[in-house]
């Protein structure tokens, strides 16, 4: 696949390093091609350098927007692979485009991560939304934000146990 990343910071570096090495094409561009340069010759693999336009250029003609890769910081990004209690890190994935989920979900697979479908391009505000609140509880507050979410069999409520598509404590 031929990926085109703008921006030249910590997880244009972490993403790209993954793709390069899951045998992408990737093209990293930037406002300062030295950085994009250094970087590109820093990951490797056949990564090259771009400006700005250039890097759209690898994707924009019939280019299509599917939104993930932002609830995490970059460190997470660099782990081979992100797995945390023994399971592998979800990536929640927005966009209309069916072909393009299937492109996203590929590259999500190469980070080592698993997707979760989070619904249309529509829903791209809530992981936004999302990312902002866990940061603010996990930096401001000290939260543990995994522990706002109860496992599935309990998220429905008991009401919905044993009902078709219940997930009760019993599914």
């Known amino acids: 696949m031929r990926i085109g990343v703008l921006g030249t910071g910590n997880m244009a570096d972490a ?30 693999g056949g990564a090259k350098p771009a400006g700005l336009r250039a890097a759209a250029a690898a994707a924009a003609p019939g280019a299509r927007v599917v939104k993930a890769f932002n609830l995490c910081h970059e460190d997470v990004w660099r782990m081979r692979p992100p797995v ?24 999500v697979r190469d980070v080592g991560c698993e997707p979760v479908a989070g619904g249309g391009l529509e829903r791209a505000g809530l992981l936004e939304a999302t990312a902002a609140l866990f940061i603010a509880l996990w930096v401001g507050e000290g939260a543990d934000a995994q522990a706002i979410a109860p496992p599935l069999a309990y998220a429905a409520g008991p009401s919905h146990s044993g009902t078709k598509g219940g997930m009760g404590a019993d599914a």
Do not use: N
């Open 15 to 44: 993403l790209a390093t993954h793709w390069v090495r899951a045998g992408h094409e990737v093209t990293i561009g930037g406002r300062d091609t030295r950085r994009a340069e250094r970087l590109a010759t820093r990951i490797g």
């Open 84 to 107: 945390f209690d023994a399971r592998p890190l979800a990536v929640p994935v927005c966009g209309d485009d069916e072909t393009a989920l299937v492109r996203v979900r590929e590259l």
